[in-house]
């Protein structure tokens, strides 16, 4: 049973940039396909990124292309995103999930492992 702890979150300004890591404990973490979701206030939880286990392969939502950056270090048991150019849009929990499974999952109730999530704010 893997458990998962996010860090990073803050206030920042727009075009400006965060990371988040999600610390990984409990498993083995290099068999997880690991997924970034946020969820803003009164909206579903909606898929970020995610990164494949074994292939390292990545994917990106639409909205977050181009300025968010998906990572891994199994050494670490942690998976990072680096958050660039930040919109107020972006304003949200971040929860990491786990998966044992090879794949792009990037529907939130095929997850049974979560974080407790990071609070990020981005202010206009």
């Known amino acids: 049973q893997v458990t998962l702890v996010e860090s990073g979150g803050g206030l920042v300004q727009a075009g400006g940039s965060l990371r988040l890591s999600c610390a990984a404990s409990?498993?083995?973490?290099?068999?997880?396909?690991m997924t970034w979701f946020r969820q803003a206030p009164g909206k579903e939880r909606e898929f970020v990124a995610t990164?494949?286990?074994?292939?390292?392969?990545?994917y990106y939502a639409d909205s977050v292309k181009g300025r968010f950056t998906i990572s891994r270090d199994n050494a670490k048991n942690t998976v990072y995103l680096e958050m660039l150019n930040l919109k107020p849009d972006d304003t949200a929990v971040y929860y990491c999930?786990?998966?044992?499974?090879?794949?792009?999952?990037?529907?939130?109730?095929?997850?049974?492992?979560w974080g407790q999530g990071t609070q990020v704010t981005v202010s206009s």
């Open positions: 999930a786990a998966i044992l499974m090879y794949g792009l999952f990037m529907d939130h109730k095929d997850y049974a492992h």
């Open positions: 409990g498993g083995t973490f290099s068999a997880y396909t």
């Open positions: 990164i494949v286990r074994s292939s390292g392969s990545t």
